[in-house]
């Protein structure tokens, strides 16, 4: 059973850092797109950062480019987010998905329909 698994959510402070983490199992890792995407109470989910099977290609959203890092682990079938300088309006419920096929998925940002899989999500806090 194909399954994603968000984790390294939690409450930090406006200027601190979180690594997201998204664990994949039941597929092939390694031919996927995989992105972060978030949703913040009262907003439509956005696309935060994306990188391409090989790791060769990352986009970043405006919004976070120069604080959020992504990267991925194929050995591990793991995929990371590494969140620096967190600001309040950060917060959100933060989605990993995984997309194959001919559809945009990573263009300059990741692209919700171009996702297959989803995770369930972690919550991030940023608050003092």
């Known amino acids: 059973q194909l399954k994603l698994l968000e984790s390294g959510g939690g409450l930090v402070q406006p200027g601190g850092s979180l690594r997201l983490s998204c664990a994949a199992s039941g597929f092939t890792w390694d031919y996927y797109t995989i992105g972060w995407f978030r949703q913040a109470p009262g907003k439509e989910r956005e696309g935060v950062s994306c990188i391409t099977s090989s790791g060769g290609v990352t986009k970043y959203a405006n919004s976070v480019k120069g604080r959020f890092t992504i990267s991925r682990d194929n050995a591990k079938n793991t995929v990371y987010l590494q969140m620096d300088s967190l600001k309040p309006e950060d917060t959100a419920i933060y989605y990993c998905?995984?997309?194959?096929?001919?559809?945009?998925?990573?263009?300059?940002?990741?692209?919700?329909?171009?996702?297959?899989?989803w995770g369930k999500g972690t919550l991030v806090t940023v608050s003092s």
């Open positions: 998905a995984a997309g194959q096929g001919l559809q945009p998925m990573c263009v300059s940002k990741p692209i919700i329909s171009g996702m297959n899989y």
